[in-house]
């Protein structure tokens, strides 16, 4: 089965953010995120991705989304990086690495030096897949209400 991954415009976006915002998935985000309503989550990316401050990829398995990147906080090109495989029976079949790793090559063409992601401490197969993909835990850290997100970080 191929993966690919392809941009969004933020009309498609709007489609998909249905798919992302239910509990399964926004339980690994952090409660500021997971708590937001649908209107400001729709006007921070709208704003963010009509000025190039943000990118929002579709992740396809056979030509059917599967899933969303998301990349935001550009500087210097570097910038965070997010994913969500929408349901359950995609996960843990290899394609957030097979995704991952398109996405990585992507940023080493456009001559991104870095990218960095947060999961949860808790999260035992992002953190695994990190790892696998080559991401380094940094140190970085925050708590948000009982659970500490962890700082990974690839450099190119």
Not at 2 to 29: A, G, M, Q, S
Not at 49 to 56: C, D, G, H, L, N
Not at 86 to 106: H, I, P, Q, T, V
């Amino acid at each position: 089965m191929d993966i690919t991954i392809e941009i969004c415009d933020f009309k498609t976006y709007t489609v998909l953010f249905e798919r992302r915002n239910n509990p399964e998935l926004t339980k690994d985000l952090p409660s500021n995120i997971a708590k937001q309503k649908k209107e400001d989550d729709i006007i921070y990316w709208k704003k963010n991705i009509e000025s190039k401050k943000a990118e929002v990829y579709s992740i396809k398995l056979s030509n059917k989304i599967i899933g969303l990147f998301y990349l935001f906080d550009f500087k210097n090109y570097s910038c965070e990086s997010g994913i969500t495989i929408f349901e359950s029976e995609n996960r843990s079949k290899g394609y957030g690495y097979m995704a991952y790793s398109l996405l990585l090559e992507m940023l080493q063409k456009r001559k991104f030096i870095n990218t960095w992601i947060y999961t949860k401490e808790k999260n035992i197969a992002a953190k695994a897949l990190f790892h696998k993909l080559g991401y380094l835990e940094t140190g970085d850290s925050f708590l948000d209400e009982s659970d500490k997100f962890i700082k990974y970080s690839y450099q190119f």
